[in-house]
């Protein structure tokens, strides 16, 4: 066997390859999920007013006291003058904070959000989803458990009664199917929109 | 830990195992070349190719086109990631990679381990994913099925000149078997609501912080071969934990059943060609033993959560969150993240630097027991060979008899063969991670400090010489040491331990295939099960134990003491 024979055949073979499942059959995958399925195909878009207001499916940064906080997000970026800068939420990229359990730098994070998170939402034992980072830094959930300590604080904030809002996180709940598959969240995205619907302020 | 969690292991098991017999049974029959239905394709591509499917090939043959198809592919997608800026598909005008790390990149793609020292959404176009990433995604995949394919002839029959025809073996993996279920399985996670689009990005209007820049993609068909082909290069930096990759805890599921399903088939594929069930069903419980305990002993590490964080208030029955999705729960991602190590797929849908000590020490020794449980699409299954002729070698060393398996008498040369195999491998993970952690380059790259640290150059090494992927993901791996030095590793260990292991299939082809005699060692009760596992735990395993008591178990002890770094 000579190498300069199978030139031809391992080239053809790289070419051919590459035309079908890099060009043809990707186009005409794109095509076909366009036509047939374009909500998800063109990523999830949630509009208000004809106005897109994020992906069903990637969270976003809350910080006022009227709507629910999502998890922290370990996102950063630099600013105009390159020093290193937070940038929770910033889906133009994602990532964890890769952070060891046991490095210091996270137990002072965690010791921090803990402290913010009572003063902000009272007392006892907070979820562990309230004061760790996710996986993406996009997550868009937080656990029943977490939605349901923080209602009272988002009630009263917008005036509402709290077992209105308590009702509604409850109504607006992703089940697991029987406690195996999944867990019990809520979308953060989809649960203030809720708010927002349900009224003032 | 809770039943519900171990339901959820059990499940994830039964769809597997349940779904390797069909699955090998369809490959059996692509590799006895009894699927033809898209023969108009397939002729079409040997004619215009040059292609004589019908050409025997020995092992040397058989060895030189995979090597010559793989470097011209190299090279083609070398070019490829240099020159993205001047390519279709690239709206947001990334410029071309550095040639260090487009080396890396292809060295990571072509070798089938999709070890990503870039990140996605700023450091390649959608074109260069698509037409680049992709298609090795299915090239790597096939080559690597197509010598599992060619060392199951060498046990078929004696006398057997030819290890099959690798163009054809490659052909026809790729149109029955990957491409057929990936397109079926981009579909689903479509449904879910995975993106297809060629758009690169979009801005919406959010609701109390200005704008968000959401990036996007045609996700769903890379995201369903990355875990078929046990490749696991992510479309997005955070791979299967971002939602647009895995929307939910059922694409979790699904994602996690296209890791494991081929590498399991791939034995009962092989028990059917040997006309002998039971000898692929005993590789693949071996397999599957190994890796249910893995799942186990990390879901176990994270359901405990972390005890510095519970003392400070975090509630215990959550678990350790950090770097996790609240979607999938501690279950479902540390299943998916044992499952794509025991597999070479190297996806993760939580971040392992993040795991307790223990719960992330599982998947860095399941890649250096060498990926078989099940390993890589094709690789697993010639790297439990190659284990299985040692266990069979040091049974017959017991009783002074010479070794056989499945009727091939194994002799010195085998042997010298497999074990060169397994131990280059070895050299490669602990001298390239002794080394880089004695220069300045590499400590540097370390983001934890402590015995963490050290995991996580072990685990980068370990990763890109067994072809896994994944990383402890706080390094950081574009320097010049770790992208000559990882994308080294990635190639040396694909093949340096394929060529090997073809000498080993093309020297057994050749030899007669004996009948069992009264004083041939059974090689499928649970007798060679647990002898087999022995020798992948000590052969594979063992070398590393103190380089992990340094790392993973000193971490655990620290962290029990309630030390930080």
Redesign the interface.
Known sequence: MSISRELRPALSLVVLFTILTGFILPEAFTGAMQLALPFQANGSLLTVNGQVVGSALIGQNFTSAKYFQPRPSALSGTDAKGNPISTPYDASESGASNLAPASASLLQSVQQRVVAYRKAFGPGPVPADAVTASGSGIDPDISLANALRQAPAVASARHLDAAKVTLLVNQMAHESFLAIVGTQHVNVLQLNLAMDRLGAP | M?M?GM??IA?VFALVLGCAFPMGSYMAAIFEERVNYLAPVENG?YK????DPKRAMRW??YA??LL??SV??FL?LYAILRLQYYLPMNPLHIAGMSPRLAFNTAASFSTNTNWQAY?P??QISNGAQ???L??HM??SAAAGIAVAAAVMRAFTTGGLQSLGNF?AD??RI?LYLL?PVS?IA??IL??????????Q?????????GS?????G?V??QEAIKELGTNGGGF???NS????EN????TN?LENWLDLVIGFGLPIAFGIMLKDKAQGRALMFAMAIILSLGCIGSYAAEAA??P??IA????A?????????????IV??TTFNVAATGTSTGA????T?????LGGAIPLFLMQLGEVTPGGVGSGFYTIIVFALLSVFVAGLMVGRTPEYLGKKVQAKEIKLAMLGVLILTIFILAGAGFSLMTKSGFGSL??A?P?GLTEMLYAWSSATENNGSA???ISADTPLLDYGLGSAMLFGRFAFLIPVLAIAGSLAAKPKLSASSGTFPTTGPLFIGLLIGVIIILGGLQYLPADTLGPLA?QY??AAG???
Do not use: C
């Open positions: 809770t519900q339901l959820y499940l591509f215009l190719a040059g292609v040397t043959d030189t086109t010559l198809l011209i592919h083609l990140a959404e700023s698509v037409f680049g992709v298609v299915f090239i163009y490659l052909t790729t491409l397109i981009a579909t479509v449904v879910a609501g995975s993106p297809q689009t060629f758009a990005t979009f801005t919406a209007h959010t609701l109390d912080a968000q820049t959401i990036a996007i045609p769903a068909f997005f930096n955070a934990g971002h939602p647009f929307p939910d805890a059922w599921l959560g972390n510095l964080h400070a208030g975090v509630s029955s959550g678990g350790n969150m950090e770097g996790k999705e609240v979607r999938f729960g479902g991602s993760v849908d939580s971040f630097d993040s795991y307790m000590p983001a934890n402590g963490h402890f993901a706080g971490d620290l962290l030390k930080t770094f």
